[in-house]
């Protein structure tokens, strides 16, 4: 099983390093599954717009509810994730290197989200690498039984794992 995981204090560096490390590794030839997330800063709002790039080519997925200025609550529009994991398990199935997931979140740590599609990967001996933030640490090291790997938040280090990952997997 080949599982790694990356986690950063710094607010949005998770995101860009793993959305630079797609890019380098579909510059080397592989052929990644999964999202990468960017995030959009909104005037007059307390959150940012959430949008999923599915990997390798497309589309982007808007996860974010509009619950309009000033509010605090959870925004997450968990119908259009659910639709990102949908898309990423249908790529997943007709062939992929490894798996990219921009987090293992608080939907994956309640047992929704990517958790099956993380699973399913790691079932057909496809490198996973994912974003963990510091809240749902706990839940991602249960899930992985204290296997996965944590790499450096360092786009050529992570593509690197994953090269040799999909080699060692061949």
């Not at 497309?58 to 619950?67: A, E, F, K, R, S």
């Not at 994912?130 to 839940?139: E, K, W």
Request: proline share 4%; with cysteine.
């Amino acid at each position: 099983m080949r599982l790694a995981y990356v986690t950063s204090d710094t607010r949005g560096l998770t995101d860009r390093v793993l959305g630079d490390a797609a890019r380098l590794i579909s510059q080397i030839g592989l052929r990644p599954a999964g999202v990468v997330q960017t995030n959009t800063e909104r005037p007059q709002r307390f959150h940012c717009d959430m949008d999923l790039h599915i990997l390798p080519d497309g589309p982007v997925v808007n996860i974010t509810q509009d619950l309009g200025a000033n509010a605090r609550g959870c925004h997450l529009d968990t119908g259009a994730l659910e639709g990102a994991v949908a898309q990423v398990s249908a790529r997943l199935a007709t062939g992929a290197d490894l798996l990219i997931l921009n987090k293992f979140g608080k939907h994956e740590a309640d047992g929704r989200g990517f958790r099956t599609v993380i699973a399913d990967a790691l079932a057909l001996g496809i490198p996973v690498v994912l974003g963990v933030n510091g809240l749902n640490r706990d839940a991602f090291l249960t899930f992985s039984e204290g296997l996965a790997e944590n790499l450096p938040a360092d786009p050529v280090a992570i593509a690197d794992w994953c090269a040799t990952s999909v080699a060692d997997a061949a």
